[in-house]
């Protein structure tokens, strides 16, 4: 059974991430693409521009030594433009490390991720290793 165009998107993406390939990232993304970031912390809320998120996941890179890696565990296409990934994600801050469950709901267009709204297993404990703005 062939793999649904989407999903496809969405693996090459995550591929890209954990090679660290933004230009890959960026020409999966709309221009005006954007993600939200759950919960209260410095890394929380809408980045709006696919520079803005390509900034945002550099952040994800500069407060963790760029010990933040992401595991792809599944992707599911609904078929209709939308996509949730899940994944396990771990960093290192400091003293502190961290490792959680997540997922990431895509809407996909013409081929483009348009907008990721991202979850994560515990929002407080995630709010507590990013941190407050600095």
């Known amino acids: 059974m062939a793999e ?7 693996r ?12 890959t990232i960026r ?3 709309t221009s005006d693409c954007t993600h939200h970031s759950p919960g209260s912390s410095q890394m929380s809320g809408h980045f709006k521009g696919v520079d ?5 996941f550099g952040r994800l890179m500069e407060l963790t030594d760029r010990t933040f890696k992401v595991e792809l565990e599944g992707v ?6 939308h996509v949730m990934a899940t994944h396990t994600w771990r960093g290192d801050r400091g003293d502190r490390g961290i490792e959680m469950r997540g997922g990431l709901f ?3 267009v013409g081929g483009k991720v348009t907008d990721v709204d991202e979850c994560v297993e515990d929002i407080d404990e995630s709010d507590a290793f990013w941190g407050q703005a600095e």
């Open 106 to 108: 895509f809407t996909i």
């Open 52 to 56: 803005n998120v390509l900034e945002h």
């Open 12 to 23: 090459r993406g995550y591929e890209a991430f954990s090679q660290g390939d933004m230009e």
């Open 76 to 81: 599911f296409p609904d078929g209709r433009g």
């Open 4 to 10: 649904h165009p989407d999903s496809i998107v969405v």
């Open 27 to 29: 020409s999966l993304m």
